[in-house]
């Protein structure tokens, strides 16, 4: 059995827009098809252009889709009523992004597709993001780390624009 300790990095925003405002700037960014037809028309193409077609036509104009998404300050609502906080986690990705990485680090099918946090507190709406490039760096592959790379930074201009 091997461990491999990798460091997390987490990249955190903090935004004086409300909740439902950030959560709104994300999502339209963001690809919503229904993923019980994306999965069948992946398994449907029959070449690699038909497949880049199936996702290209399910990515938003951040070049992300979403997979799906937790609701977690919902359940807490059911206990805490309308005070509770809301915390929303989405599960983002761009399959095209995550073969680039994993054709040189299988391994990065552990982590991708990718979580944004969005979470209301006491001093704003928190915009959090763990580094894929954290990630990938213990493996030492620099062809998979320069696409994590571009990925992180296209999921950290993604926040800034949600965060205002």
Not at 38 to 47: E, L, T, Y
Not at 48 to 63: Q, R, T
Request: aromatic fraction near 6%; charge should be negative; glycine fraction near 8%.
């Amino acid at each position: 059995m091997a461990i491999l300790q990798t460091t997390i990095e987490r990249l955190s925003l903090v935004s004086s827009k409300p909740f439902a405002e950030v959560l709104q700037v994300l999502e339209a960014a963001i690809g919503h098809p229904d993923m019980r037809e994306f999965g069948k028309g992946i398994a449907a193409a029959q070449s690699w252009k038909e497949l880049e077609e199936v996702i290209h036509a399910a990515v938003g104009p951040s070049g992300l889709t979403e997979f799906t998404r937790f609701n977690v300050g919902q359940i807490l609502a059911k206990e805490q009523g309308a005070s509770a906080p809301k915390i929303v986690r989405l599960v983002v990705g761009n399959p095209l992004i995550m073969k680039q990485m994993a054709e040189h680090v299988p391994d990065t099918a552990s982590y991708a597709p990718v979580n944004i946090l969005i979470d209301e507190r006491a001093d704003g709406v928190h915009l959090s993001y763990d580094l894929m490039a954290g990630y990938l760096a213990p493996y030492g592959n620099l062809a998979a780390l320069k696409v994590a790379r571009a990925l992180d930074a296209k999921i950290e201009a993604l926040l800034n624009t949600a965060a205002g």
